[in-house]
């Protein structure tokens, strides 16, 4: 075994089940994940002077050697020298550091959650080799009401509470870079009340979209894959190492009041996220994939 198999990105608006969907998935023998890495986003800001001449943002070296400090990696000094200066190194320095560690626990492909890489798909995409993307949307209420609460509850950890009015964005905005990628064949759209519902196969569904066999696969494992990317201080992730349950809308009235839940749901009901199912025409501005 000398080669990897398939390099994974799961993208999609905070708080939309990611950490559901990276541990069904991890729970395959042949999968390694990693804790959320947000490497692209420190590494690059779209547009930027520093950007455009071929050369990171002034904190990736700080933000790679975090991650590979937290995933336990040696020899960090190894693998960003005083000679790694532009772009192109990092993201060969970190795809080679997990490619390495995937085939050294003997498996084939590598599995990477950071949810905001959603913001940074086609610079993935132009320095990453075949790279594959997993997004999951899930019901704007359930979202905003979702987001809204974490960020009020670890302000430290979240950059600080945010308003209605920015969740709502954060949601749309991020809804809308999934609808101008699902043209693309390396792209699948995964539902979140969908998985809930049906787990088994909407994880089968996404391993053979993988390539990945799935005779013999089930999803007991599930729960202890999710522990092995999950930090100490990631306490709002608890809840997927518990059973699955589709609890739409709880969180939302409890949390909102009338006019605040009347608002939000309008602004909800202007972004058809059905819609998404559909395949995207390759005529949409691609633009808007770019933030």
Known sequence: MNDIKGRIFIVGCPRSGTTLLQSLVASHPQIQSFPESKFFNTLVTPGSRRSK?????????????QFLNDIGHPGTKEVITPRTIFLIQYVNAFVKVLDSITLEKGKICWLEK?????QRINFIEKFVCDPKFIHIVRNGEDVVASLYEVCKKYPDVWQGPRSIEQCLNRWINDVRITSCHLHKQNHLLVRYERLAENPVDETKRILTFIGLSTDGFDLQNYKSSARGFMREHEEWKLSVTEDIQLTKHKKFFKIFDESQRKL???KVSKINADELTQEISASIDTDCCVI
């Open 53 to 65: 001449l071929g050369l990171p943002t002034t904190v990736a070296r700080k933000g790679l050697t």
């Open 114 to 118: 950071t949810p905001s890489h959603i």
């Open 264 to 266: 939000i749901a309008e």
